[in-house]
């Protein structure tokens, strides 16, 4: 299985600062996530607008996401400098013996969840036995049977079947009542209400606040990486908080990166207002690694085989990018979103 194959499958996309205007050795971040440059990830395409990687000294490579290899692997061979993971993927890797360390929360609300159509007279979870849950893709599996699991009931209790994801087919499937609700995560939710078909949500609340997305690293090349990442951890967080300076510049910011995504304005709003709420931190500071959330969340990946044993979280949590990510002025920011607004709105 050749990674060089993989990574050519599509085109790296070369994500770069305005020209500075100053000459500076640029350092290449490699990075691999499952939606390169969208909107769901604001704060790539907002630091990118704002000149935060100029400012780091930073250039960022985005590698194909449409990849069967795993992303441990991008990070194992050092194809990738880090890796946007989600729970399951980073305790089976650290399960598996992968030299991986969790290094900054992308996410701390759970952008997946299970749907059922507006129109369906179920209410809850227990309500799905014996009937046929839809899964957006194959990964989609295991968080149905954490919230099966949640209520009592277990993935053998359910039929699935993978529907896709483009929206009118996550639509049809519901239009032709093929399944009883559909495990995916917010974008999908959008899709279906872009196709006409509106949703309401029946995720037990205990699986909202987990850290669905976080950056991890090679901790075999910790000493090489460091600087370069601290300054991309910093420019995110950055990035990260435009949204809570001005939302209608970060909404300005975004039409222009990925203007597909705004060809509908009301699926645009929707969607940046998913992003935001999933990207804003719930802990005080942005990325910080919540040690009881990893713990808590490793009981129900057990119960439904996704992990084998429970993981002692010191092994793989590295907190130490977390006040290098942080060490920026949140005045400064507000003042260079607006600059941006005054020279551009």
Known sequence: MSITKAILVGSVVGMVAPAASWAQEMTTINLINPLPRSTIFYPLIAREALGYFEEEGIEVNLLPSETSIPY???????????????????????????????????????PEGIAVSAASETQSMAELEDTTVGLVADRD?????????????????????????SGPTLAAAFRDQTVSAISGASSDWLALQANGIEVRMITPESLLRNPANSFAINTDR?????????GFLRAWSKGAYVAEVNRDVLAEISRRAVPAEWEDE????????????????????????????????????????????????????????????????????????????????
Do not use: C
Not at 147 to 158: C, F, H, K, N, S
Not at 222 to 230: A, F, G, N, Q, T
């Open 266 to 345: 009301e699926f645009g709003q929707g969607f940046l207002a998913v992003a935001i709420d999933i990207t804003v931190p719930l802990t005080e500071l942005h990325g910080d690694l919540q040690l009881e959330a990893w713990e808590g969340l490793q009981p129900g990946l057990l119960k439904v085989g996704a992990i084998d044993t429970e993981i002692p979280v010191e092994t793989f949590l590295d907190d130490s990018f977390i006040a290098p990510a942080n060490d920026w002025s949140r005045e400064e920011v507000a003042a260079e979103v607006q600059a941006w607004a005054d020279e551009n709105m």
């Open 222 to 230: 910790l000493d090489e990486l460091r600087d370069p990442v601290e």
């Open 141 to 165: 599996r295991n968080f149905l049977a954490q919230a099966l699991e949640a209520e009592g009931l277990t993935i053998e209790d359910v039929d699935t079947v993978v529907v896709g994801g």
């Open 72 to 110: 441990v692997a991008f990070l194992e061979n050092g194809q990738a400098d880090l890796a946007i993971l989600d729970p399951n993927e980073t305790l089976a890797a650290v399960t598996a013996g992968a030299s991986l360390g969790t290094i900054y929360e992308v996410n701390q609300r759970a």
